[in-house]
Antibody
Framework: QITLKESGPPLVKPTQTLTLTCTFS??????????VNWIRQPPGKALEWLAL???????RYSPSLQSRLTITKDSSKNQVVLTMTNMDPVDTATYYC???????????WGQGILVTVSS | DVVMTQSPLSLPVTPGEPASISCRSS???????????LDWYVQKPGQSPQLLIY???NRASGVPDRFSGSGSGTDFTLKISRVEAEDVGIYYC?????????FGGGTKVEIK
């Protein structure tokens, strides 16, 4: 059974860097084809894809946010970390990490973590 | 980026009646292998989104057969044959043919 859980600060100040950790179980990012995505959802708004990382360390980013995002993995800890620099109030959102095999769908979602950007 | 356009924005339905949601992509989602990389997700109130349909027409595990997906290329449809009260939520289509993966704006299904 695959599970994922996001953790990180619920509140960050403008200009700060956000670091979110996705801790997962039920699969390994050392296994061919496995991947983890990050998606966010501002309150009352639609879903926005942010980044993904695959088992082979292939990384993809949203072009509009690429300069601010970094995604890394620690396969030994079953964790994926997303950092977003220069946070702004418009980045206030629920952030989700999601399992996706290469070529597959977003099949297992974390519960999400609400991050508020405010001074 | 591939732009995904959903309609309608809101869909009030009577229990037991059918419902249909349309999704259009700004470019073809058809890959040479013959698959269109279009998925459907539903976000029920207070919950994380969950996978409903993948590759246009394949129901995810545990999804009732009253849900069906169809389409190809740039035009896709999600149908609920007989809406039940538990189906309320926001339905999103998403393309994962190429990054950045992109979502439609969502269709809110509510009971009349």
């Amino acid at each position: 059974q695959i599970t994922l859980k996001e953790s990180g600060p619920p509140l960050v100040k403008p200009t700060q860097t956000l670091t979110l950790t996705c801790t997962f179980s039920g699969f390994s990012l050392s296994t061919s084809g496995e991947g983890v995505n990050w998606i966010r959802q501002p309150p009352g708004k639609a879903l926005e894809w942010l980044a993904l990382i695959y088992w082979n360390d292939d990384k993809r980013y949203s072009p509009s946010l690429q300069s601010r995002l970094t995604i890394t993995k620690d396969s030994s800890k079953n964790q994926v970390v997303l950092t977003m620099t220069n946070m702004d109030p418009v980045d206030t959102a629920t952030y989700y990490c999601i399992h996706r095999k290469y070529g597959g769908a977003l099949d297992y979602w974390g519960q999400g973590i609400l991050v508020t950007v405010s001074s | 980026d591939v732009v995904m356009t959903q309609s309608p924005l809101s869909l009030p339905v009577t229990p037991g009646e059918p419902a249909s949601i349309s999704c259009r992509s700004s470019q073809s989602l058809l890959r040479s292998a013959g698959y269109s990389y279009l998925d459907w997700y539903v976000q029920k109130p207070g919950q994380s989104p969950q996978l409903l349909i993948y590759l246009v027409s394949n129901r995810a595990s545990g999804v009732p057969d009253r849900f069906s997906g169809s389409g190809s290329g740039t035009d896709f449809t999600l149908k609920i044959s007989r809406v039940e009260a538990e189906d309320v939520g926001i339905y999103y289509c998403m393309q994962d043919l190429e990054t950045p993966f992109t979502f439609g704006g969502g269709t809110k299904v509510e009971i009349k």
